[in-house]
């Protein structure tokens, strides 16, 4: 559809709770039909970068660049991508979703952790699985998903506190599997949640200990969830680490925090695991 | 007893968890969690303090003996020295 300027409209889409409308794709967004769009993301043409730092402030806008890819400029409610010229678009719109959406979460005052998250089937509450890249999050959401949960965020998920708790969301439309090439799986719209109540937090470890999902208390599970921060250099930019340490106090005390502990050898869940998942996030 | 005052930095920020503090600094992000005597110190801290008004604060708070008192105090005045949670004006 085009605009009154003749311009193709941008799409209008959901992701991490909030209604974006984007001239690039995001892959693992909700389609927001009828969403009145509060962040807006708009494709600027392609411009060489200087060298820099990878974040830095720009007055009042927080820039992030990434070197040969794009200058992604962002405000609170807005994020303005400049290609590098020759970039590959596939790159661009990677470090959309991978960095500048996550940044503009932090900016929102959200907590940001590098984490998954499903609503295990006839559970209300979603529970998070955080951890590092290549720990294998997206693989344990993907075999839950197979089981019947329902996504609601793939690599980077948004805890909101509200009155009652805690609320977690992020890109629920899919998720990324692979470790060279990621190739993306969509989710069917009736197996995404654009938000679920957080119920649990699963700290994802694969060592040579022996398997096992072991509960943290809060003064345990402190560094654990700090550690777990997404791209923790933008609250950092933005002033905010008081703030972090506060949520993540706050989500010590409230949320059960567990240390799971898998094998690397083995890639499924195993029984177990299902029946102590299904404990935890039933 | 020494009359060296010290003071917290400002680099830090806090949050009680359960009966400890714990603590980010604001310039590294570099995390830490008080024991008990640290976490007197720590609020001893609250304006700038001598040694042995330090101690004075942890003899009557947890009625130790002077000499325990002050060898508790030195070694963890110096570990957050090393830390740059605090240091000596």
Known sequence: ????????EPATLVAFDRAVASDLPVAGALLGRGAVAHTRIRLADARA??????????AEVLVFTAPDVAEYRLRSDAIQVAPSPGADPQQVAAL????????LVWWRRALTLHAAAVVLPGATGAIAIAGPSGIGKSAVAAQLLARGARLVADDSVAID?????????GLAGGYHLGDGERRF????????????????ILLLARDARAPSLTPLGPL???????????????????GRRAEVLDA??????????????????????????????????G | MSETVWLRSDEWVGAEVEDSFVMVSIETGKYVALNKTADAVWRALETPCSVSKICDILIERFEVEPEHCARAVATTLETMRTMELAKPQ
Do not use: K
């Not at chain 1, 506190?161 to 969301?169: E, K, P």
């Not at chain 1, 106090?249 to 029946?275: G, H, M």
């Open chain 1, 220 to 238: 345990a599970a402190m560094p654990c969830l700090l550690a777990a921060q997404h791209r923790p250099r933008v609250p950092a930019m933005l």
């Open chain 1, 161 to 169: 506190t509200v009155s009652d708790g805690f609320v977690a969301s």
């Open chain 1, 49 to 58: 970068m200087r060298p820099g730092p990878l974040y830095r402030w720009d």
């Open chain 1, 1 to 8: 559809m085009l605009s009154t300027s003749g311009q193709p």
């Open chain 1, 96 to 103: 959309l979703i991978a960095t500048a959406l996550p940044a």
């Open chain 1, 248 to 281: 993540c106090a706050r989500l010590a005390r409230a949320i059960p925090v567990f240390a799971w502990n898998r094998e690397y050898a083995v890639p499924d869940l195993t029984a177990r695991e299902w029946d102590e998942l299904a404990r935890i996030g």
């Open chain 1, 185 to 200: 799986c969509p989710v069917a719209p009736d197996r995404s949640l654009r938000r679920a109540p957080l119920a649990a």
